[in-house]
């Protein structure tokens, strides 16, 4: 930590507003065309490792130079704005419409949708590709291509379509931000449609703040059409994200080809449905007869609807963001990202309800289940803006971004009414490249105890007191990792306040996490840290005697109704089972390193697939088994899974250099049986998970196994820069039901405006059991 005096900081706050011009003229000349990263290259601006160089002042982001954050950008212009000036905007939950049936086995929107043409198992590229004259099938904006961008046949086709048919149905659009939106009304500009885009609610419609919500039950499979309404010409993204998306469900039970990951963008104009289909994993393996009634949704009507599966795989508090190859970092932080609740019979989000079953987990007793009264999802992330106000990326660093306006639900610094109670938070890391460590703090600075009740949307099998967590708070909390936490307020009175503290600095060569303060430290910092704004409270609780119920408008809670005997909630001491450690039919080692000069490009080509961004390095590699390093490639199949149902253990490897990567992994969640020399976290042991912090010169070993879908999958680093330079993989799972096409490798999907065409796979060796012993 240094402090400057204020005429120093004056004439670094200047020098680092002028490199930031410049820098801008750059993006602005680039995004149009003026010039290519080429020239950059040419001119000795841009650097191997991914820089721009330091030079006249180019780069603000030098390390260290004129750095007012860790990344260095100019402090963001805040105008009038103070923190905890404005209420936290609930998500915006999204009410599904019922699907029906049709005759040809279709499932058909009604309600509000009810225009809306039917969800179908195969995809309309289908229809497309067969009747390519036939404009019903175009893609009606463009005039190119076809209207869906799932692409055709078997392979993409929705994967037990019949048995996962869907029963509820989104309608949704992925478009520029509507008009005067801000993150805060004093903010000193409203953001350009396209300095945000987000969602909205039907078709062809603008992008709407707060993210959304959408609440799912075990048992009732959903249809989410999204329609990509996003500027036709590239250059119009106000420096950064690309107009080409694809969705994914983090983590979730799905089809590859709903997964949002298979190299399947699509383009303005078209719609992509993705089916998820609530799937309890394992469900051909254990409980298939669906007897057990851990195993079960809620069916809407106090009662549950069991489902086959093991109840151990149990998923709750999930999200879904973009994940277009190469500008995923760049589309999620545009605003490309909503939260998505899973509930099933144990956890009903419904306090009151006693079956045997529910946990009976704060949430609220109003609906039968998937209360949200006292069960509050929280996106926290970190954000930057440019002087005009716009919200700022730099698409340059290939080390990571990290913004200095802290969002909470992307409002700024928000404050939040409760009452005296237990409150259940579902807290996701929204950021890209910043890891937090988050606690509570009352008003003097003392710690706030919890409990934690569940890591990456699973509970642990038993509730952690904060008390005996280091510094009474979570632990470092990765981008993507959710951690969900119950807090009582009851001992607090009315017109106290309660803050959300982020105690974790970064350090300034963006290699990870640098020190915690104490959250003593950290909380006393009511404007942020000097150096860091994203260091300090970024949330402030008020403890008042009534709110507004958000589940019933109209109902307010109060005192007499919500607090003391009438907080039905409880935290059990059992939330689960772990699930049991077996030796393993194989393992695997998977290094996470920057061995620079990544393949991205096809030797022959010189091409990305899917297209890259030009001319920009790749340092971020993986190893197999202790091979070669590789950078991501659509078309080429790093690991491969021969069978449904075999478990193994895989042991991921930090390759070193003093970084820390949040590995995710799609689709199946890990059980961690060690962390090598390193004790594992309270908040790991026993539980699954979906991220692991490698944390630096650390690893992980976890238990996992595949089943039920297949498809092509990833793997990657989720400081979704390094992401996006190129540390992901691809995994082939051949684990699809018997005679369906996921038996076999799945060709290579290649989007275009025009539609998509498939290519052949490579497959490394090292990643392919049935060629290595
Ligand atoms: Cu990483």
Redesign the pocket.
Known sequence: MHFLSSKASRIRQREAQRARDNRAEIVRALSIGQITRRDLYKWGLFTTTGFLAWKNGLSPFVRSAFADVPTGTPRSPLGAATRFSQAMPRLALQTPVPMVRDAFGNAQFTGAFANERPAKRLSYHTDFSANPADPQFRNPVTGRGPIEGRPPGEVFAHQRWDEFFPEVGYVLSIAPIAPNTKFHANFPAAQNPNSVWTYGTGRFVQGHLPPMLIKGRYGQPILTRVYQNLPTNRADNEGFGRNEVQFHFHNAHNGAESDGAANVHHFPGTFYDYRWSTTLARRDKINTQATDRRASGPNGNGGLELVAGDFRELQGTMWAHDHRFFFTAENVYKGNLMMVNYYSGPDRGNEELVDGVNLRLPSGRLLDYGNTDFDVNLVVSDSAFRPDGQLFFDIFTTDGFLGDVPLVNMAYAPFMEVLPRKYRFRILNACMSRFFQLGFADANGNTVPFKFIANDGNLVPNPIPSTSLAGGTLDHQGIAERYDVVVDFSTFPVGSIVRLVNRLTMRDDGRGPKDALTLRQAAALTNGHPDDPMVGPVLEFRIVSSVPSVDVPGVTLTLANSTGTQDRSQVPAVLTEQIPVVAPVRTRVVE?GRSGNGDSRDPVTGQCTPDCPEGMPFP?TIKINGQDAHSMNANRISLLIPKPGEIEHWTYVNGGGG?D??IHLHFEEGVTLNRGSAPIPATERLVRKDVWRLRAGGLVTFQVQFGEYGGSYVNH?H?TV?EDFA?LMRIQLLTGVPGSPQTAVTPTPNPSPDGVTFTTPEILPEGDPRTTI
């Open positions: 996470f971020w970084w990567h949040p680093c400081n390094h540390m």
